[in-house]
T-cell receptor, first 110, second 112 residues
Framework: DGGITQSPKYLFRKEGQNVTLSCEQNLNHDAMYWYRQDPGQGLRLIYYSQIVNDFQKGDIAEGYSVSREKKESFPLTVTSAQKNPTAFYLC?????????FGPGTRLTVT | SQQGEEDPQALSIQEGENATMNCSYKTSINNLQWYRQNSGRGLVHLILIRSNEREKHSGRLRVTLDTSKKSSSLLITASRAADTASYFCATPQRYNTDKLIFGTGTRLQVFP
């Protein structure tokens, strides 16, 4: 069953802690993306990777970090430097124009 | 900056009615895509229309593209309660087509 998975679905952290969100795909897609979505808003690109061991900053990369050591995996770390980390985080992958999205992780930082 | 802006922001209709959502964008594009998002879920790709196409159909969906006006519309015919979702248009960034820029979305509510 091919697809893209994100875990966990809900995540709670205290302010000042780093947290890592998981994203895995078995679609054999080269490109992977991380987006942030705030209530009632569209998606904003955090980071993206077009190939293993390479990634680029998106529009709102400050306070986030990523790695792409394997084609299947693109974890996102939300660091304590991110001033307003509470949001819904979506991972996507693509091979061409269309993007395939995971179910998302809702992160709440208090 | 967001390339696509949807209109209206929210739309409420009865089952069986048609729903029309519009998207405007700023720069020239080679394609435009529409996605659907159920509440609290990931986005699902609905349809892609290329810049040399004026209209495209997929089931109850009809998408039009007017490159002269830099706008697109998504029509859902004979709507169902299950169509309740947010709908987003997305366009490739001008100088980096691997990146999609999403609009703010239209929230559609279909009442049974």
């Amino acid at each position: 069953d091919g697809g893209i998975t994100q875990s966990p679905k809900y995540l709670f952290r205290k302010e000042g802690q780093n947290v890592t969100l998981s994203c895995e795909q078995n679609l054999n897609h080269d490109a992977m993306y991380w987006y942030r979505q705030d209530p009632g808003q569209g998606l904003r690109l955090i980071y993206y990777s077009q190939i293993v061991n390479d990634f680029q900053k998106g529009d709102i990369a400050e306070g986030y970090s990523v790695s792409r050591e394997k084609k299947e995996s693109f974890p996102l770390t939300v660091t304590s430097a991110q001033k307003n980390p509470t949001a819904f985080y979506l991972c996507a992958s693509s091979m061409g124009n269309e993007q395939y999205f995971g179910p998302g992780t809702r992160l709440t930082v208090t | 900056s967001q390339q696509g802006e949807e209109d209206p922001q929210a739309l409420s209709i009865q089952e069986g009615e048609n729903a029309t959502m519009n998207c405007s964008y700023k720069t020239s594009i080679n394609n435009l895509q529409w996605y659907r998002q159920n509440s609290g879920r990931g986005l699902v790709h609905l349809i892609l229309i290329r810049s040399n196409e004026r209209e495209k159909h997929s089931g109850r969906l009809r998408v039009t593209l007017d490159t002269s006006k830099k706008s697109s519309s998504l029509l859902i015919t004979a709507s169902r309660a299950a169509d309740t979702a947010s709908y987003f248009c997305a366009t490739p960034q001008r100088y980096n087509t691997d990146k999609l820029i999403f609009g703010t979305g239209t929230r559609l509510q279909v009442f049974p």
